[in-house]
């Protein structure tokens, strides 16, 4: 029996985060169900051409009976271009869920760093909302890089509960504009101690590739760093 399931997805709500990263809402059956960090395929039909991509779940699995996703729109993209046009109510077929870039709840390791660029932010905002107020004892630290500051979606919503959660340390970091907080890659702020950690990063190829080779390249654990690809 698959471990997985196609549904259809309604689109419920639909708004810009930034000038190209949209926030989309899609109501699925609630017998569809997922962990943190997974993700759907979605067969995407346009122009007479059929295609599928992946997206990771925004919503953290305890809020059942929808999907979010977070999407960067890229100009000229085949699903960039699909997901611009759709309307609410529109229907997309999705199946899932899938993959292995889950929280590792039982580590002993007392910091969990989160590292990503972009919409590569989704899964970690899913992990935090299912398991930071449940885990006290452990640090979350969520390294999240963009462009400039009117690329940080999320950025009141990481501070209010990096306020209400003192576990919670949120690092924004942008790459072309020098601002208040951080500046530069977020390669750039890695720890220098790096034991007693779980690493998980997410974006693009290069930003997974890199971090990764970084850290093993310091001795980290093959086992305490886990990634998840974007392209
Ligand atoms: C497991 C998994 C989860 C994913 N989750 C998300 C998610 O939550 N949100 C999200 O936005 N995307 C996510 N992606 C990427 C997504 O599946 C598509 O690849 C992306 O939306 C581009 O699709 P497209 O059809 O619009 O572009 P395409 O028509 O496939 O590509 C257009 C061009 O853009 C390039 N390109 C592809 N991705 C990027 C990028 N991120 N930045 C710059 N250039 C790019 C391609 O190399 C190509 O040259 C995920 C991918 C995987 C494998």
């Not at 699909?82 to 002993?108: I, N, R, Y």
Request: net charge positive; proline share 6%; hydrophobic share 35%.
């Amino acid at each position: 029996m698959p471990s997985f399931i196609s549904f259809n997805g309604t689109l419920v709500q639909k708004k810009s985060l930034t000038s190209d990263v949209l926030y989309l809402s899609f109501q699925v059956p609630a017998e569809f169900t997922f962990k943190a960090g997974q993700f759907v395929i979605i067969t995407m039909n346009l122009d007479g051409q059929t295609k599928p991509r992946s997206y990771s779940i925004l919503n953290p699995p305890s809020e059942s009976g929808k999907v979010d996703l977070c999407v960067k729109i890229i100009e000229g993209g085949f699903a960039s271009t699909l997901f611009s046009a759709l309307k609410v109510g529109d229907v997309l077929l999705m199946k899932g869920p899938f993959g292995h870039f889950l929280f590792e709840e039982h580590t002993m390791n007392p910091e969990h760093w989160f590292i990503c660029t972009g919409t590569g932010v989704v899964p970690f905002y899913s992990m935090i909302k299912e398991y930071l107020p449940g885990i006290k004892d452990t640090k979350f630290v969520l390294l999240f890089g963009v462009r400039s500051k009117k690329d940080l979606f999320f950025y009141d919503e990481f501070r209010q509960l990096q306020q209400k959660y003192p576990q919670l340390v949120y690092l924004p970091t942008l790459s072309r504009e020098q601002w208040e907080g951080k500046s530069g890659r977020v390669q750039t702020h890695l720890p220098t101690d790096l034991t007693g950690k779980t690493f998980y990063i997410c974006g693009i190829k290069e930003v997974v590739l890199e971090t990764k080779e970084y850290l093993l390249s310091r001795g980290v654990a093959p086992e305490n760093i886990k990634g998840e690809r974007y392209n």
